[in-house]
């Protein structure tokens, strides 16, 4: 059986502190808080269709808080999913990603992970608090707060084109459309849910970076 790497396990009560925070109803302002930014020309369709999820070392799997929102309920599609560190599973594609959030974005810290949620899937309602990147780059007693945001970008990046039944809605303004590579700067300040309905599994990557020149 797969184990998760513990090494990004979140710090100490930080899942429960999460979700007693996301439990709490947060009304949407039906505003738009993302908007296109980039789109990136690597082969994602080849690099999919090539893709074993059976060989992905055991050290880059961990559990993001998408699924931990679901601990207790072990039977939620989400658990057949995998949540999957992009840079320590290496290969062609951690090296893509890492150039371009270096040589494109400027960012000094990064990281990135992808998500491969089966059908059925879906995330609470939530807004993101950037545990993990924050941990793995040393950063989590030093941005708290407001600067969380200030500081911090989010981009997701769908895998596939879009697809019948996939959904991302933030703040009550869906992402209409998209292609694979597009990349969507997103607001994680506000609530957003996804959901992997339809036919087809749903596979996504999400970017988060910061500049040296926004340290706090």
């Known amino acids: 059986m797969t184990q998760e790497n513990e090494n990004f396990e979140h710090i100490p009560n930080y899942v ?5 925070h996301n439990e709490k109803i947060h009304e949407p302002t ?3 808080h993302w908007r296109l930014v980039d789109h990136m020309d690597f082969d994602f369709k080849g690099w999919l269709d090539n893709f074993d999820i059976e060989k992905v070392p055991e050290e880059a799997i961990y559990k ?3 699924t931990n929102y679901f601990r207790d309920h072990p039977d939620h599609p989400i658990h057949q999913g995998r949540d999957i560190d992009i840079r320590t599973m290496g290969g062609p594609l951690a090296d893509y990603l890492v150039d371009r959030m270096k040589n494109v974005y400027g960012w000094d810290y990064m990281d990135c992970s992808i998500f491969f ?3 059925g899937a879906v995330s609470k309602p939530h807004i993101d608090f950037h545990g993990k990147f924050r941990q793995v780059n040393g950063l989590t007693d030093r941005l708290q ?10 981009y997701w990046l769908p895998v596939q084109d879009k697809l019948f039944g996939h959904m991302f809605d933030i703040d009550g303004v869906p992402i209409p459309s998209w292609n694979s590579g597009d990349v969507f700067h997103v607001d994680t300040y506000v609530t957003h849910v996804g959901a992997t ?3 087809i599994p ?5 970017l988060t970076g910061m500049k040296e020149t926004d340290e706090v």
């Open 30 to 32: 039906y505003t738009q």
């Open 145 to 154: 707060g407001d600067d969380i945001y200030k500081h911090i970008k989010r």
């Open 16 to 20: 429960s502190w999460l979700n007693a």
């Open 64 to 66: 993001s808080a998408l």
């Open 202 to 206: 749903r596979v996504f990557i999400t």
């Open 117 to 119: 949620h089966p059908i």
């Open 197 to 199: 309905l339809g036919y």
